[in-house]
Nanobody, 126 residues
């Protein structure tokens, strides 16, 4: 099974930017659809973004569309979530997730993913 380690979280002022990374190890990275989810205190884990195995297709939650971008480097076994124009409501623990699949698209539900990282805290101050 693939192991996932997130990094890049931190404290930023509203309007600022952060780039989260998720490094994978253990299996063939290009076999996995990769997703990002977040969970704020007292709320359920929610979809943020996902990218297909090849990187050719990606999708975003409405709340982050136009502000966040997602990319992957299969040679480096890493996926990157670039977060711009951050808002206080983006504050949450961000989780990287992986699903091994032959599908050419991506997945948006928590239950679609079987492997998760430990999470990284993102705090946006107003």
């Amino acid at each position: 099974q693939v192991q996932l380690v997130e990094s890049g979280g931190g404290l930023v002022q509203a309007g600022g930017s952060l780039r989260l990374s998720c490094a994978a190890s253990g299996r063939t990275f290009s076999n996995y659809v990769m997703g990002w989810f977040r969970q704020a205190p007292g709320k359920e884990r929610e979809f943020v973004a996902a990218i297909s195995r090849s990187g050719g297709r990606s999708g975003f939650a409405t709340s982050v569309k136009g502000r966040f971008t997602l990319s992957r480097d299969n040679a480096k076994n890493t996926v990157y979530l670039q977060m711009n124009s951050l808002k206080p409501e983006d504050t949450a623990v961000y989780y990287c997730a992986a699903r091994e699949t032959v599908a050419t698209g991506y997945f948006v539900r928590v239950d679609d993913y079987g492997r998760w990282g430990q999470g990284t805290q993102v705090t946006v101050s107003s």
